[in-house]
């Protein structure tokens, strides 16, 4: 049984009683039992045979079998051009069969068994005749023949050689089929279905199906390409040998170690400086590959300063050859970069580059927890807004946002007019300071795709627009579909399937189409960036339906809506065709929350890594033996003396858990905001039981005062009133007496 829409066979297995199919399958809106259905049946083989009309006479390229007594399916061996043609044929064929010559049909009942090879040859009258060798295998009365592959073969052109080695194989039986020229005629190479399988006369192969190979043979004159080599252990060459006048050969001239290609030469003069050389053959040639000893260069690498890393991967190497050097930091230290004299070459720590001449390179590292500076701005000033500047700690990564304003495109990151990303969400490790420019293009982009894929195909007026220009966009249903709307992030925007607006901003617009035959579902994304959807098309009432929404990397699946309603939380929905559907798949960015111990060798913190606004990031300092917890700060500013605490995420956060010694505590660095002339206020909780307060080591004696409340736990909740208006960094210090 067949789908009459597609014509596609709906019984794809087979009973094991070899003749009905299996389990019950919708055909044209009907529920079939394919156990009560015969699907097999007797069948005698086929024959494809590809014919232009137009072109000279032919032949197919198998005969098939035949059993003794059992009538031979007619078979149309010589195959009409645009002549008429006469045919004749040469050796036996087995008795009771018969070759019609007029028509060049081969028909009739054998009546004995064997194997026989004879050869058809056909002409138009016109055109060059065509000859081919068959082997026809006859199976004895009631029996099977043994599994053999056939092996026919035929000469290009015809009379320009001869062939053997017909015959039908067991499979895996090595064979063997030589050609051999005729007078004025030379052998060029054995061809299978087109393919060139040998360039030897005598071609010798493992059979594992029929195959009709053809030997082809050329009366071309021939042109000797020999190849030389200079000096001789210089390097090896590939290529040339006996080739017909006019064909294309491609000469390789390859260098053994140490030395490099230079140049092809022929009688002292260069031809080409490829060491994969292509010309024509139109005479003898003798070309000489020429080489020369590959100069070697010096790769220095050193570690500044020395004690806070290595650097490996340098020495003497041949020019050309790609090195990779590698910097390994030190704990409490951070890569910076490879610097090449004044130039900073990579910011990668492994850093690969092709030797070309003597190269000094410096790795370089700074101590981790140093504050650094990075600044953003946005070129033009109107082209967007740009975010993430501020300061932070080296070591911690940092990420840079630039917004487009209408009208204007994001183009990429410079610093120091150098491109550092062309994403506009940059992030990068902080080493030292930065002044990060984002630049942005006006230019608008309009996308229109087809919801789904098959249903039609669209089509956009431009492919860029300003402001306010008028832009266009066209559906056009397939046939059996019919154009329901434009959509732009699941909403409806027009129904008219030639929709005209003014460009404000990149749209990305979809064509809707529904199946005029069944049943439609469409996906799309509720953001034009953020993920992708798939599994929309047309299917028949009843149908399974996979749809699947697959996040981009930095953003996660919300959920799937219809109408504005959730319909599922699953990425992958599964569900029964029933009625048109159009589904929309929500996705979120994800926020990064980055937290650090300092220093790294004191504790261990957990808790940070990749969360949708809202989520809850349960964050914990852990203290290594010998050492105290002090405190969470986020850009210097304390947030919690608890080692752990929940923090509602909202936006990405750079946070630093603070260890000390357990007998001699270290200073932690607050950057509070002090406006000059207003007296500064600064609750600190952070003294553990059995310290004191010390003053800070950046203020005058009397320019700061310190109060205990008498209810606060330990040494009492410190108020640290600043009096100097002055200070824009103040640090504090704990003893134990």
């Known amino acids: 049984p067949f789908d009459i829409e597609s014509g596609e066979a709906m019984a794809q297995s087979v009973a094991a009683d070899g003749i009905h199919g299996i389990g019950v399958k919708l055909i044209n809106g009907v529920e079939v039992d394919l156990s009560n259905v015969e699907v097999v049946g007797d069948f005698t083989g086929s024959q494809m045979a590809a014919v232009d009309v137009d072109a000279p006479v032919g032949l197919i390229d198998h005969v098939g079998e035949g059993e003794v007594n059992v009538p031979f399916a007619a078979r149309t061996v010589v195959v009409e051009g645009a002549l008429p043609f006469t045919s004749t044929l040469t050796g036996a064929l087995p008795a009771g069969m018969?070759?019609?010559e007029v028509t060049g049909v081969l028909s009739g009942t054998p009546t004995v068994s064997?194997?026989?090879?004879?050869?058809?040859?056909?002409?138009?009258?016109v055109n060059p005749e065509v000859s081919k060798n068959y082997t026809l295998r006859v199976a004895a009365e009631g029996e099977a023949l043994p599994p053999e592959s056939l092996v026919d073969t035929a000469v290009s052109p015809p009379g320009s050689g001869s062939t053997t080695g017909d015959g039908g194989f067991a499979p895996g039986t090595d064979v063997t089929v030589t050609a051999t020229a005729a007078v004025g005629f030379h052998f060029v190479n054995w061809t299978d279905n087109g393919k060139v399988v040998s360039n030897t006369a005598s071609h010798t192969f493992a059979i594992d199906v029929n195959h009709s190979l053809i030997a082809n043979f050329s009366d071309l004159p021939q042109w000797n390409i020999a190849t030389n080599r200079a000096p001789t252990e210089g390097g090896d060459t590939s290529g040339g040998g006996l080739l017909d006048d006019g064909s294309s050969t491609t000469v390789v001239a390859s260098p053994n170690a140490g030395y490099s290609f230079v140049n092809w030469t022929e009688g002292g003069i260069a031809v080409s400086t490829s060491a994969s050389y292509t010309f024509t053959a139109t005479a003898d040639r003798i070309l000489v590959a020429n080489f020369i000893v590959t100069p070697t260069f010096s790769v220095g690498v050193s570690a500044s300063p020395v004690t806070s890393g290595t650097a490996n991967g340098g020495g003497n190497f041949p020019s050309g050859t790609e090195v990779t050097v590698v910097a390994t930091v030190q704990p409490g230290f951070v890569f910076a970069g490879w610097i090449s004299g004044s130039t900073k070459v990579s910011n990668s720590a492994s850093y690969t580059f092709t030797v070309t001449s003597n190269k000094t390179l410096v790795a370089n590292f700074v101590a981790a927890g140093a504050p650094k500076s990075i600044g953003t701005s946005a070129n033009p000033v109107a082209g967007g807004m740009v975010n993430g500047n501020g300061t932070y700690l080296t070591g911690v990564i940092a990420t840079v946002v630039a917004t487009s304003n209408p009208g204007y495109a994001f183009s990429k990151w410079e610093d120091g007019g150098t491109t550092v990303s062309t994403s506009p969400n940059y992030s990068f490790t902080v080493t030292g300071n930065r002044n990060l420019v984002a630049r942005f293009n006006e230019s608008f982009v309009v996308t229109a795709g087809s919801v789904p894929a098959i249903g039609?195909?669209?089509e956009v007026d431009s492919l860029s627009y300003k402001t306010d220009e008028k832009a266009r966009v066209r559906a056009f249903p397939e046939d059996g579909w019919s154009f329901e709307n434009w959509t732009e992030n699941g909403t409806v925007v027009s129904t008219d399937s030639t929709y005209d607006f003014n460009v404000t901003g990149n749209r990305t617009l979809a064509a809707h189409f529904t199946w005029d035959a069944g049943v439609t579902i469409t996906t799309t994304s509720s953001t034009a960036i953020g993920g992708t959807t798939s599994g929309d098309g047309p299917y028949s009432n009843g149908d399974s339906v996979d749809v699947?929404?697959?996040?981009e990397v930095g953003y996660a699946f919300v959920n799937w809506t219809e109408d504005g309603t959730e319909v599922?939380?699953?990425?992958?929905?599964?569900?029964?065709?029933?009625?048109?559907?159009?589904?929309?798949?929500?996705f979120a960015p994800y926020l990064t929350i980055v937290a650090s111990a300092s220093p790294a060798e004191y504790g261990v913190v957990t808790g940070d890594g990749l969360y949708i606004s809202g989520d809850t990031a349960s964050?914990?300092?852990?203290?290594?033996?010998g050492y105290v917890f002090q405190g969470w700060t986020d850009n210097g500013t304390l947030l919690s003396s608890v080692g752990s605490f929940d923090l509602t995420v909202t936006e990405t956060r750079l946070l630093v858990a603070h260890f000390v010694m357990a007998d001699m505590p270290t200073p932690i660095e607050i950057l509070p905001t002090i406006t000059p002339g207003v007296a500064f206020t600064m609750e600190w909780s952070m003294v553990p039981p059995g310290w004191i307060l010390e003053e800070?080591?950046?203020?005058?004696?009397?320019?700061?005062?310190?109060?205990?409340?008498?209810?606060a736990p330990h040494d009492g909740l410190h108020h640290v009133e600043v009096?100097?208006?002055t200070p824009t960094k103040l640090f504090f210090r704990l003893r134990k007496p």
């Not at 599922?568 to 929500?586: G, I, K, P």
């Open 98 to 100: 018969n070759f019609d």
């Open 114 to 125: 064997g194997e026989f090879i004879f050869k058809i040859t056909a002409t138009d009258g």
């Open 456 to 458: 039609g195909t669209t």
């Open 548 to 551: 699947l929404a697959t996040p």
């Open 568 to 586: 599922s939380t699953d990425e992958d929905y599964l569900f029964t065709a029933a009625a048109n559907r159009r589904l929309v798949a929500h």
């Open 619 to 625: 964050l914990t300092a852990t203290a290594n033996p």
């Open 696 to 711: 800070s080591p950046d203020l005058a004696p009397d320019s700061w005062r310190n109060s205990t409340r008498p209810d």
């Open 723 to 725: 009096m100097d208006p």
